[in-house]
């Protein structure tokens, strides 16, 4: 099980810093990703780290989102800096398997077991 935490409004230029919960599973050797749906459009990867930590990132966060995670803890964050209005979105954690080197933050359909969003309002 996933949840995700740390959504809320912030205004444009500013900072947010989200959690993602995972329980039931020990999650050292599962890649975590990040995903987003904003209203009206598809669910949208973000960014991925793998469980040895490799990080990877869709070009729209790149140089402001950071994916981590803490394999004692369960967790993983996404710190979101510069935030846009365009970033307006539920915000999902997510978790799979991987049978390859890396992990894929595009391929929803891979990720096996997805927590609850968390509402990302950026405005001024």
């Known amino acids: 099980q996933l949840q995700a935490s740390g959504g809320g409004l912030v205004q444009p230029g500013g900072s947010l810093r989200l959690s993602c919960a995972v329980s039931?599973?020990?999650?050292?050797?599962?890649?975590i990703g990040w995903f987003r749906q904003a209203p009206g459009k598809e669910r949208e990867g973000l960014s991925c780290i793998t469980g040895s930590g490799r990080t990877y990132y869709s070009e729209s966060v790149k140089g402001r989102f950071t994916i981590s995670r803490d394999n004692v803890e369960n967790t993983s964050d996404l710190q979101m800096n510069s935030l846009k209005p365009e970033d307006t979105a539920v915000y999902y954690c997510?978790?799979?398997?991987?049978?390859?080197?890396?992990?894929?933050?595009?391929?929803?359909?891979?990720?096996?077991?997805w927590g609850q969003g968390t509402l990302v309002t950026v405005s001024s």
């Open positions: 039931g599973f020990a999650a050292d050797y599962y890649v």
């Open positions: 997510a978790a799979y398997i991987p049978s390859l080197p890396g992990c894929h933050y595009a391929d929803i359909d891979e990720y096996r077991f």
